[in-house]
């Protein structure tokens, strides 16, 4: 095994040195796709859990002697990020026969209140204008930290409601590219929320009042990349037969 803990969390060690046990004794799972994440209790702390599928032999290989494993990125883009991100606890690697077999990544538990998916969805979410602008604002902070975030969907974004105030955080950040960001790539990340041209709109002018650009200018251009977005996915849906829902 290969594994890193954060500083300052060194307690949480023999969790992570017997994650695999651990992790299989918990029946509840949280969301579960490719990889699988679930919420273990440890010294009176709930601890994200993060297990990554196993990689076919050719990713095997790759990430045991080319790339980092997306569990040790994970853990690497969450430390960069600082407080755009739930603390990173540490991460651990299992090798078989040489190569990468399994990975976890640790994380606190960042008690959220909902993600942006609620309100984007909900008409009548309560304070949703408010919170498409406060979100307008990280997200700005975001890019001026040159982060962009590959998967900026709305279940990876998190949102704790404090009195008048909403705090953010991403989650599922092993795809993260850390570069100047032009106006054009800024405004494309906000395509994958999938959000209506209404919604999108409020998002868009408060971010542009934060950047000093044009209002009108930075609008169209988002509305474009989204329905850019929205006809290149529904194309692979008609392509598979799934059902288009606007």
């Not at 606890?89 to 960042?110: C, D, H, P, R, V």
């Not at 309560?126 to 975001?142: D, N, P």
């Not at 000093?212 to 008609?238: C, F, G, P, V």
Request: glycine residues 2%.
């Amino acid at each position: 095994m290969n594994y890193k803990i954060n500083k300052g969390f060194e307690k949480f060690t023999p969790l992570l040195q017997t994650i695999q046990t651990n992790f299989d004794l918990v029946d509840e799972t949280i969301h579960k796709a490719r990889n699988e994440l679930k919420i273990i209790n440890y010294e009176k702390s709930d601890i994200v859990v993060k297990s990554f599928k196993v990689p076919h032999l050719i990713n095997r290989i790759v990430y045991t002697f080319f790339k980092d494993s997306k569990a040790k990125k994970s853990y690497d883009y969450a430390l960069k990020i600082g407080e755009f991100t739930p603390n990173p606890i540490g991460y651990i690697e299992f090798f078989t026969f040489g190569l990468l077999q399994k990975s976890y990544f640790l994380a606190e538990k960042f008690s959220y209140d909902f993600t942006i998916r609620e309100p984007l969805l909900d008409k009548n979410f309560s304070k949703r204008e408010e919170i498409f602008q406060a979100f307008a604002r990280f997200t700005f902070l975001l890019h001026e930290a040159k982060i962009f975030h590959q998967d900026y969907s709305p279940g990876n974004i998190l949102i704790k409601q404090v009195d008048d105030d909403f705090i953010f955080k991403i989650v599922d950040i092993n795809r993260m590219k850390f570069i100047s960001l032009s106006l054009a790539k800024r405004l494309q990340n906000f395509s994958k929320l999938w959000a209506s041209d209404d919604d999108l709109t409020i998002m868009i002018k408060e971010y542009a009042h934060c950047m000093n650009e044009n209002e009108e200018k930075s609008i169209q251009m988002a509305l474009l990349y989204s329905k850019k977005h929205k006809a290149k996915i529904n194309m692979k849906k008609r392509l598979k037969g799934i059902e288009i829902v606007d």
